[in-house]
């Protein structure tokens, strides 16, 4: 079984501030892991993935996020936070080896950047 | 870029009525999938379909049936609405083989039970 968890469900941070979202998950099986953001009205759209090899994975808008098998932990960052990146982000896991790719959400985060 | 539709952003309804919710992508995706969103949930599960004519449950089906007769067509039914299948409905869509293709989103259906 699979499950996600982010920690924290509303973020706020100053413009330029470090952003860091968390994500711990579990998984009987080596991780496939995904963030998503969903900005408002829209549906959701693929930040980053990691699947194999390097563990820092780099995703669109500046965002990147590290692979720690040791801590089940799959930690969303950007160095500098812009106005635009105020929206929804959500964590999810699937397991290698899965045919159908189905995915399992966290509860997601709502990122407030403030000026 | 892969582009998914669902037929609606809003949608209102009466109890007992039967509702349809459509979603087409035009990427020949051989998966598809509804989610329901609810704040503090994430998104859960309803149905997905690997194929023409298949289907799978998830993790949260009871109330809603599947349609899908033809590739690029994922349509989810609720039999009888009720109150509390009032919530944010997302469809996905995704290649098949290993896990780690990613799915692609429809910009959602706010559905409301009146």
């Known amino acids: 079984a699979q499950s996600v968890t982010q920690l924290g469900s509303h973020v706020s941070v100053s413009e330029g501030a470090l952003v860091l979202l968390r994500c711990n998950y579990s998984?009987?099986?080596?991780?496939?892991l995904f963030w998503y953001v969903q900005y408002p009205n829209q549906g959701l759209q693929l930040l980053l993935k990691y699947t194999t090899g390097a563990t820092l994975v780099t995703g669109i808008n500046g965002f990147e996020a590290e692979f720690k098998k040791s801590e089940t932990s799959f930690h969303l960052t950007k160095p500098s936070a812009h106005m635009s990146d105020a929206a929804e982000y959500f964590c999810?896991?699937?397991?290698?080896?899965?045919?159908?790719?189905?995915?399992?959400f966290g509860a997601g985060t709502r990122l407030a950047v403030h000026p | 870029d892969v582009k998914v539709t669902q037929s609606s952003r809003y949608l209102v309804k009466r109890t007992g009525e039967k509702v349809f919710l459509e979603c087409v992508q035009d990427m020949d995706h051989e998966n598809m999938f509804w989610y329901r969103q609810d704040p503090g949930l994430g998104l859960r599960l309803i149905y997905f379909s690997y194929d023409v004519k298949m289907k799978e449950k998830g993790d949260i089906p009871e109330g809603y049936s599947v349609s899908r007769e033809k590739k690029e067509r994922f349509s989810l039914i609720l039999e009888s609405a009720s109150t509390n299948q009032t919530s944010m409905y997302l469809c996905?869509?995704?290649?098949?083989?290993?896990?780690?293709?990613?799915?692609?989103f429809g910009d959602g259906t706010r559905l409301s039970i009146l």
């Open positions: 999810a896991v699937t397991g290698s080896g899965g045919g159908y790719n189905k995915l399992i």
């Open positions: 996905a869509s995704s290649f098949p083989g290993s896990s780690n293709q990613p799915q692609h």
């Open positions: 998984s009987s099986v080596p991780p496939y």
